[in-house]
């Protein structure tokens, strides 16, 4: 089964408007971590957001928010105001402890393309 | 600034060559970073988990001897792509987590794109 599953290849979002990337995710574990990455062409990691399983507020950082549905296992990005610069691929990871080994897993991520 | 440094970013070189590829850690002393593997278009595959003083270990599928990483420092791991081989190219990406546990994120290097001839 996956573990982080992204449904979406690609989105398209007119600037200033907002977006959602989907991501569920399969644990079995009671503690995790969620992330979400960018990844420009250029090819680099940002990372930009995370929410831990715990966490009972949805984490915000800038225009980056998380949708956590705890219950639904899903951990969706919420990207307001569109930028150009915000055209990149994102993935959607989670970390966790099986056994105290710590293991993160990668979606197959999500192309997002902001038009002017 | 930069949280992790990864060298060289890119490499060309002909069959057969072994590749060096470092990852250092700027700001924190890194008992276990991670090494990555992403084909184009594709998503991250964990290679191996990089540990400091002991061997590295690797996920299923991934050949031990084939890439080589030594943990030498709290601040530096290393990956070796021994006898590379055209089917060995592709980018390659490691990263460090900021903690122990399962919430604490982990950053990225800027990766290196390795070309065999």
């Known amino acids: 089964a996956q573990k982080i599953t992204q449904t979406q290849p690609g989105m398209f979002v007119q600037e200033k408007e907002a977006v959602t990337l989907d991501c569920t995710y399969d644990t079995s574990d009671q503690s995790y971590g969620l992330f979400w990455y960018k990844q420009p062409s250029s090819g680099e990691m940002i990372f930009l957001i995370y929410?831990?399983?715990?966490?009972?507020q949805n984490a915000t950082e800038g225009r980056y928010s998380l949708n956590f549905q705890k219950a639904r296992k899903s951990a969706n990005l919420v990207i307001s105001a569109s930028q150009l610069g915000d055209s990149a691929m994102y993935f959607c990871a989670m970390r966790e402890s099986p056994g105290g080994y710590q293991k993160v897993t990668f979606g197959i991520g999500t192309k997002l393309q902001v038009i002017p | 600034g930069a949280v992790v440094s990864q060298h060289p970013s890119r490499v060309i070189c002909k069959s057969g060559t072994s590749v060096k590829i470092e990852c250092r850690s700027l700001?924190?002393?890194?008992?276990?970073m991670f090494w990555y593997r992403q084909f184009p278009k594709q998503s991250l595959m964990l290679m191996a988990t990089s540990n400091e003083g002991s061997k590295a270990t690797y996920e299923q599928g991934v050949e031990k001897d084939k890439f080589l990483i030594n943990h030498a420092s709290l601040t530096l791991s290393t990956l070796t792509v021994t006898s590379a081989h055209p089917e060995d190219s592709s980018f390659y990406i490691c990263?460090?987590?900021?903690?122990?546990?399962?919430?604490?994120?982990?950053?990225f290097g800027d990766g290196t794109r390795l070309s065999i001839l």
């Open positions: 929410q831990g399983s715990y966490d009972e």
């Open positions: 700001d924190f002393q890194a008992t276990t």
């Open positions: 990263s460090v987590p900021t903690g122990p546990n399962s919430n604490q994120p982990q950053h």
